[in-house]
């Protein structure tokens, strides 16, 4: 299913998408970065860049927080990300599940907005 943009927004179900939206934290794979609990401020649909936190559907349904590390190509030929862990012990990532589809990016990760406000480069990677 190809995601439709209008004026920077993903379009779901015939109206467009919020540009912003939240995500909780569950599990431990993005440790030090993100603990289980935060909370997080996303763009939806925005184009991410490489060491961007996103959020992202795997081809199992999965949705998950990762890192996106470098573009690659799926098994199909399309354009995607290679999406990893912080904490490479644990969690489900690309070494895994593959090259994520760029219309499998949901989200870029602007913000950590509880406990404490953390942005920019400080969740970029260490």
Do not use: C, I, Y
């Not at 015939?14 to 997080?40: H, I, K, N």
């Amino acid at each position: 299913m190809q995601r439709r943009r209008q004026r920077g927004l993903a379009r779901r179900g015939g109206r467009p998408a919020a540009p912003f939206g939240t995500a909780r934290v569950r599990g431990r794979s993005m440790l030090p970065t993100l603990q289980e609990g935060d909370l997080l401020l996303v763009r939806n649909g925005a184009a991410p860049r490489p060491a961007d936190l996103v959020v992202a559907r795997f081809a199992d349904g999965t949705v998950a927080v990762k890192r996106a590390v470098e573009r690659r190509r799926t098994r199909t030929g399309d354009e995607g990300w290679w999406l990893l862990s912080d904490n490479p012990e644990e969690g489900v990532d690309s070494r895994h599940r593959g090259v994520v589809a760029d219309d499998r990016v949901l989200a870029v990760v602007r913000l950590r907005v509880w406990p404490m406000p953390r942005l920019g480069r400080r969740l970029r990677a260490r």
